[in-house]
């Protein structure tokens, strides 16, 4: 628990101290914002903004994982962890690069970019399969037991982390959203990861496992997921409206990894609805509009998708609807911790 606290304090205060030297760098780099051209008016305002500022949160939080984890545990579930949040947030890096030096609001192609996620969220999912502390199965919540997937979990479970990350690209639209969004989602799964490592959620070690290794695992996991809230609590003294600086793809794709990477671990990719309820509610109302405009030769459900930039163009101030997703995130973090008590306590 100590540990988790610090990793977050520490974080916090490591974003916090890079915020004044990372910004000023990115703009004397002009690495600019480009808007999009159809979006809402008011965000061409923005246009100019220092982008790529995910790293502020990326630095310390790796950082603190690294240098305070359990040695004899690192490389195991916190390495899977590092790896996802690593590997998407380059991924991010090189779409926000082209956007900055073409000035321009497409960066990689689609296909340029759900490539090279599908590669390292199927390496992701084939590394935990044949992780005899992780395997094939999903743990139930409100109810317990798990649910084996056998060879499905491979495709399943690469669907599952392109799907969390792109996820957390669209909620990534409004000053502070995704990082306060995300700040409550790592800190209701680091609770989650150090229920399960104190043995009072009923769900046990995968057959087989070492329980002490299993444990400690846990506390890294918790460990870094703490350190991801301190570093966008940390984010969120320069992204908040008026954002001072904008997260980029590396920001929002190293995020959607990380939460991810740690349902992939934890063995809950049935709580990622709850605990990642925002980029759920982007994604699926993206869908929506997608769907109905195709069926309907051009009609709309929202006046635009995803979800929150429908609310702006209604004429909900931008505090307003960050506050209400950040509310509604709490809520449905506090079902989530719920189910794991249904499940065993």
């Not at 916090?12 to 600019?32: D, T």
């Not at 689609?110 to 094939?136: D, E, H, R, T």
């Not at 049935?270 to 605990?275: H, T, W």
Request: with cysteine; glycine share 12%; aromatic share 10%.
């Amino acid at each position: 628990m100590q540990r988790m606290i610090w990793a977050a304090l520490l974080s916090f205060a490591g974003a916090l101290a890079l915020g004044p030297l990372v910004i000023p760098w990115l703009k004397r780099l002009k690495f600019g914002q480009t808007i999009y051209e159809l979006g809402p008016e008011s965000h061409q305002r923005k246009s100019g903004t220092p982008t790529m500022g995910g790293a502020i949160i990326a630095l310390p939080m790796i950082v603190m994982s690294i240098i305070l984890a359990y040695p004899a545990t690192r490389w195991n579930f916190m390495l899977i962890a590092l790896v996802s949040t690593i590997g998407f947030g380059a991924i991010g890096t090189v779409d926000d690069w082209i956007k900055v030096k073409l000035k321009r609001s497409q960066g990689l192609t689609p296909m340029q970019k759900i490539v090279p996620q599908v590669c390292l969220a199927l390496v992701l999912s084939v590394w935990a399969y044949l992780n005899p502390l992780i395997g094939g199965g999903w743990l139930v919540p409100f109810g317990g037991g798990e649910l084996s997937l056998g060879w499905l979990y491979v495709p399943v479970m690469t669907f599952v982390i392109v799907g969390t990350v792109n996820s957390a690209n669209l909620l990534d639209g409004l000053d502070g959203l995704l990082t306060s969004a995300s700040a409550v989602g790592y800190a209701a799964f680091a609770l989650i990861a150090l229920m399960m490592a104190a043995g009072v959620t009923g769900f046990t070690p995968p057959i087989g496992s070492d329980p002490t290794l299993f444990r400690e695992n846990l506390l890294n996991i918790a460990l870094f997921a703490g350190a991801y809230t301190g570093a966008c609590l940390g984010y969120l003294r320069y992204n908040s409206h008026p954002a001072q600086v904008f997260m980029g793809d590396i920001g929002s794709f190293a995020i959607g990894g990380g939460v991810a990477a740690i349902a992939l671990v934890l063995r809950l990719p049935l709580l990622l609805p709850l605990v990642a309820i925002g980029m759920l509610l982007s994604t699926l109302s993206d869908l929506i509009q997608f769907a109905y405009f195709r069926a309907t030769h051009g009609k709309r459900v929202f006046r635009m998708a995803p979800l929150h930039p429908h609310f702006e163009l209604s004429g909900v101030p931008v505090t307003r609807i960050v506050a209400v997703y950040t509310i509604v995130t709490v809520v449905a973090c506090l079902v989530a911790l719920l189910g794991l008590g249904i499940a065993g306590v």
